[in-house]
Structure formats: C-alpha cells, structure tokens
C-alpha cells in the first residue's frame, strides 16, 4: 500500500466506534485486489478472506476526508466504502480538473470539519448514519 492510500485510511478510520473498528479489523486482514487508476484519483479495491466476518450495517460510505497534493492547484477528496457488510474500496479524487501526478506527495490531510464531526461523517446509503456512543 503506498503512502498516500495508507495515510487517507488513517484519516477514514480515525475515531473511537465500533463501526470504525470493524473496518480497522478487516482493512488488517485484506488484501489489495486491484489499483486503478482513472485519470484524477484512483480506486483501490480489497479482497477480505471469507473468514473475517461480515459486519452490520452491510452498506457504510464514509467521506469526510481531504487532502492537498504537492504542486496541485486543487484539493482532493477520500471516500471509503463498505458493501455486503466488507470493506470493499478506497477512492480518492482531485477536485477541478487536474490530473492525478505520477508521483503524488501528501502536503496536508484534513477533514471538512474541525473536529471532526463523527456523527455526520458517515453515510448509510443516502441517509446519514447515526454511530454508536
């Protein structure tokens, strides 16, 4: 895993709940199945062994995560998702129209409040996700 998709996970998976530490528990036993890149961002896809189990609420979003990139004019945004109770993807994007640098360096990595606001960083589908206490 580089460096950048290391410390955006960081950043996604960063607070003290239960939904958080599931991720942090399969994202420790995944592997990477693919990296792809598409253009502004890339998707970074993981395999979880069948035998880490699967965890409720099947299907979590979670995207309060941005950056800023070395000699890029624009920010960018980090997204994690969980389908069928696993985490599934990684993705990360730059705003505006910029392409992706061939080797990008992380400058900054912040959340689009501060503090973070836990309880409105999370989605459930389209509704907003209310975690634990």
């Given at each position: 895993m580089s460096e950048i998709e290391r410390k955006l996970l960081d950043a996604l998976l960063e607070?003290?709940?239960?939904?958080?530490?599931s991720l942090r528990a399969?994202?420790?036993?995944?592997?990477i199945e693919s990296r792809e890149l598409s253009?502004?961002?890339?998707?970074?896809n993981f395999e979880?062994?069948?035998?880490v189990p699967k965890i409720t609420p099947e299907r979590i979003i979670i995207g309060d995560v941005y950056f800023?990139?070395?000699?890029?004019q624009h920010d960018g945004g980090a997204i994690i998702f969980r389908e069928n109770g696993?985490?599934?993807m990684l993705?990360?994007?730059l705003n505006g129209d910029e392409e992706w640098p061939d080797q990008p360096r992380l400058s900054?990595?912040?959340?689009?409040?501060?503090?973070?606001d836990w309880a409105t960083s999370i989605m459930r589908g389209q509704k907003r996700w209310q975690p634990s206490s």
């Open positions: 607070n003290d709940d239960p939904i958080l530490d399969q994202l420790a036993e995944s592997k253009g502004s961002g890339f998707f970074l979880i062994p069948d035998s800023d990139l070395e000699g890029v696993y985490l599934s993705e990360a994007y900054r990595v912040f959340y689009d409040s501060n503090p973070r």
